[in-house]
């Protein structure tokens, strides 16, 4: 399950995604790792997680 800092950056991010009019191609909560995965972009070119912590980092 998500932690309460993890939902609110997802909603942060997510709504930054928006206004950048980036589509969202996927919204995945890793049960294993315990991470929010979030692809997006055009081409899938945005990669992004967030951790236990709420802090976000992009994937290359």
């Known amino acids: 399950m998500p932690t309460s800092k993890q939902k609110d950056t997802a909603i942060f991010v997510c709504q930054l995604l928006s206004n950048l009019y980036q589509p969202i191609n996927l919204f995945r909560y890793d049960k294993r790792l315990k991470i929010i995965y ?14 236990q912590d709420g802090l976000w980092s992009f994937e290359s």
């Open 38 to 51: 979030i692809l997006a972009g055009v081409n899938d070119g945005i990669e992004i997680t967030i951790n």
